[in-house]
């Protein structure tokens, strides 16, 4: 036998196809350096729960840490806080390179919220995809599709999912200031403690 048939197993479902919240695990945590050199983290998500379970949100979200003078620094940091704030790591908790915080989020538990944007990017100009708007806590109530599925496209058919090359926005261009729901208890590490691996605090 090669296989048997099953509806379940099949390419539906595979990507989520609303706008909305949802709670989701980071499945991949990539550091690389933008056009500018500066260093840049890519983030892909995986669907924790709801209508969408299990399903990726893919070349959605990017965040580039820039420190070329004191204000881009300050904006940095408060950045890069942010989502760790919200993935609910305590007050204190150090990091000492971007390399311990890429490796870090990997396996983290958050909830995001998408929005449908153009891309104004080569050959998917005018095409929409999916893009992380804000990072939040985990909802306890569970992921929330919002019913906005994909706008058409300007341009000749509506286009690939997503792909790594229109899919890297400058998280700096989005707001952060949102807030869903209660985090989930997570792993509690001592005041002023620094990232170990061996026994990572987040």
Not at 125 to 144: F, I, M
Request: glycine share 10%; charged share 20%.
């Amino acid at each position: 036998m090669l296989f048997q048939v099953d509806s379940k197993n099949t390419f539906r479902g595979q990507h989520v196809e609303e706008a909305g919240t949802y709670n989701v695990e980071i499945i991949k945590s990539e550091l690389k350096n933008s056009s500018n050199g500066n260093p840049m983290i890519n983030l892909d998500y995986q669907v924790l729960d709801g209508t969408y379970q299990g399903a990726k949100i893919e070349y959605a979200d990017t965040m580039t840490w820039i420190d070329s003078d004191p204000e881009k620094l300050e904006k940095s940091i408060k950045r890069f806080n942010d989502l760790l704030v919200k993935i609910g790591i305590p007050d204190g908790t150090q990091v000492n390179t971007i390399q311990d915080y890429a490796k870090g989020l990997m396996g983290q538990k958050l909830n995001v919220t998408v929005e449908w944007q153009q891309s104004d990017y080569g050959n998917n100009a005018g095409n929409y995809y999916l893009r992380v708007k804000y990072h939040n806590p985990l909802d306890q109530e569970g992921s929330k599709p919002n019913g906005q599925k994909r706008p058409e496209s300007s341009s000749n058919g509506a286009g690939s999912q997503q792909n790594s090359k229109t899919g890297n926005c400058n998280y700096s261009s989005w707001g952060q200031n949102g807030t869903h729901g209660q985090p989930e208890p997570n792993q509690q590490a001592p005041q002023g403690a620094g990232f170990d691996f061996s026994n990572p605090p987040f």
